[in-house]
């Protein structure tokens, strides 16, 4: 996120990451950022009004897992923390209540949830012990959806974005990104490749039962997820 401040113009980034924060603004001022980036999914273009041109990331379905996982075990403002922290990650998948935070993911934030954020706004509730609930029954709803619709529909919609990339080839993306984005003076050419998935080296410690229950609720992640490494390091037209 910092690497994407950096090279947009002062003030163009939008600094809401979830949908909890981006409706406490009022419409008239979003119209003053040109950039968004966060967990908003297909639903902020009808949100902001506008067709905005899209980039998207992704990880190979066993890393985000496992990082979703130990994410919601020591975020203790995370909806679901009092259930996960006490659980291994075995027990975490085979509960079917985690399920809508680990079957297809990534797939299903490319389809639309159909919750009318903007009533949401006007009626929010901000209390403390809501916090981020909002984000979360955006990506639980989804959950609700056949596995062929969200398939077809996330391949459609990834078919679509401007640049794709995955979590392998970090630095390679970034160079993809920087070429769409308007050149700022003073900025190295350079761009960051750190490892941004630091918990991959774990998974060699897992068990078969536990990546066979991962690869089960993942199908249509996977097949994703191929689908941006083919596009991974194409140029950008």
């Known amino acids: 996120m910092r690497w994407l401040a950096e090279r947009v113009e002062p003030g163009a980034l939008c600094p809401a990451r979830i949908w909890d924060q981006l409706i406490q603004f009022e419409i008239e001022d979003l119209a003053g950022f040109s950039v968004y980036a966060g967990h908003f999914g297909v639903d902020l ?10 980039i998207t990331m992704l990880r190979d379905p066993r890393e985000r ?9 020591r975020d203790i403002h995370h909806p679901c923390h009092a259930r996960v922290v006490g659980q291994s990650l075995e027990q975490f998948l085979q509960d079917k209540q985690n ?21 949401f706004r006007k009626r929010y509730d901000g209390a403390p012990e809501k916090s981020s609930k909002l984000s979360t029954t ?7 959806y056949d596995k062929t619709y969200v398939r077809d529909t996330a391949m459609e919609t990834i078919a679509q974005c401007r ?6 080839h970090v630095g390679r993306f970034l160079e993809r990104v920087a070429a769409i984005l308007p050149e ?22 897992l ?3 536990v990546l066979d229950l ?17 596009r991974d390091g194409m140029p950008v037209t």
């Not at 955006?138 to 609700?144: G, P, Q, T, V």
């Not at 640049?163 to 392998?168: I, N």
């Not at 003076?185 to 630091?198: T, Y």
Request: aromatic share 6%; proline share 6%; net charge negative.
């Open 45 to 54: 273009g009808d949100y902001i009004g506008a067709a905005p041109t899209t």
């Open 65 to 73: 897992t496992l990082s979703h996982y130990l994410h919601v075990k």
């Open 99 to 119: 399920w809508p935070m680990i079957e297809n993911f990534q797939a299903r934030y490319m389809v639309r949830s159909g919750l009318d954020m903007h009533g």
């Open 138 to 144: 955006s990506e639980d709803i989804r959950y609700l």
């Open 163 to 168: 640049v794709v990339g995955t979590t392998a």
């Open 184 to 205: 700022r003076p003073g900025l190295a050419p350079s761009v960051p490749a750190e490892n941004i998935a630091p918990n991959r080296d774990a998974l060699g410690s």
């Open 207 to 209: 068990g078969a039962t």
């Open 214 to 230: 991962i690869d089960q609720l993942t199908t249509i992640d996977q097949a994703l997820h191929e689908t941006a490494r083919d």
